[in-house]
Nanobody, 120 residues
Framework: QVQLVESGGGLVQAGGSLRLSCAASGSIFRVNVMGWYRQAPGKQRELVATITTGGTTTYADAVKGRFTISRDNSKNMPYLQMNSLKPEDTAVYYC??????????????WGQGTQVTVSS
């Protein structure tokens, strides 16, 4: 079983920056994709960014040019650098890892989330 723990959230003023990290523990045979999602109050969870093992990234339109996803392959740890934060970025941010075990079964694990609050 893989456990994911996010860190780096907090309260920041508009225009500020935060860097989120996600620590993965447990046995991972092969990581497929890592990513970040967020969920604002009263809204559905939405994709923020993803990154593959090869480094291919995707971003939600709302964060393009402001957020950067990266990963440490040796630690199976993704990061999310968030710059020029806006009040509408306020949400709980979740780390997710898609990985495959030795038997070829794919798992999608999620962290508990970290709160990001951007004040105007």
């Amino acid at each position: 079983q893989v456990q994911l723990v996010e860190s780096g959230g907090g309260l920041v003023q508009a225009g500020g920056s935060l860097r989120l990290s996600c620590a993965a523990s447990g046995s991972i045979f092969r990581v497929n994709v890592m990513g970040w999602y967020r969920q604002a109050p009263g809204k559905q969870r939405e994709l923020v960014a993803t990154i593959t093992t090869g480094g291919t990234t995707t971003y939600a339109d709302a964060v393009k040019g402001r957020f950067t996803i990266s990963r440490d392959n040796s630690k199976n740890m993704p990061y999310l650098q968030m710059n020029s934060l806006k009040p509408e970025d306020t949400a709980v941010y979740y780390c997710t890892v898609s990985h495959t075990n030795r038997g070829g079964i794919i798992y999608n694990d999620w962290g508990q989330g970290t709160q990001v609050t951007v004040s105007s």
